[in-house]
């Protein structure tokens, strides 16, 4: 279908592609995707919103195993990692921006210091103290020093900075003590 639509029409404008990108998004296809921009390079560095959103931010925000096929297409076709967020912030904001808790434990899984300290740093892991305990338990599995420090410095300024009146390290000392 693409394919046709590119040789029936072949100066179709996909500067208003708004929903194309937005589709691609929701049901990633690189075939596709590198058929489109072969017709249209600028396709890559589409502008979503006034510059707030483009094409590759929102591609961004979605998770790495669904989505890199779709961002290895748009990095070959030079899409702008720069734009988008206002100010220059760019991709690398819009992959922080959807932080969940799996992102920081398979950033502490893969000993990637850089991208966990980006992660924590970011201030949009949410902070309980069972899931930070369980980031601690999973750092020390890892047996990196670096990811072991990191992640209970972080641990440890959050419980202190968001008045946790549970401890901390409860479960953990249960579990030493056989308590259940």
Not at 63 to 68: F, V, W, Y
Not at 69 to 94: E, I, K, R, S, T
Not at 165 to 174: A, E, F, I, K, V
Request: glycine content about 6%.
């Amino acid at each position: 279908m693409v394919e046709f639509i590119f040789r029936t029409s072949s100066t179709l404008s996909l500067a208003q592609g708004q929903n194309i990108a937005l589709t691609m998004i929701e049901h990633p296809d690189a075939a596709i995707l590198k058929r489109i921009c072969d017709h249209d390079h600028a396709f890559a560095s589409l502008t979503m919103d006034y510059h707030f959103h483009t094409f590759f931010t929102l591609a961004c925000e979605q998770t790495p195993e669904r989505i890199a096929p779709v961002l290895h297409v748009l990095l070959d076709y030079d899409a702008d990692v720069a734009d988008g967020w206002g100010g220059n912030a760019g991709a690398l904001y819009a992959a922080i921006i959807g932080v969940n808790q799996g992102h920081v434990g398979a950033a502490i899984n893969r000993g990637d210091e850089e991208i966990l300290a980006l992660l924590l740093s970011s201030g949009k892991v949410r902070f309980e103290a069972a899931v930070a305990e369980d980031h601690v338990e999973q750092a020390e599995q890892t047996g990196v020093k670096a990811i072991i420090a990191l992640v209970r410095d972080w641990a440890e300024k959050k419980s202190k900075a968001d008045g946790d009146t549970q401890r901390l390290w409860s479960r953990r000392w249960r579990k030493l003590l056989c308590f259940r």
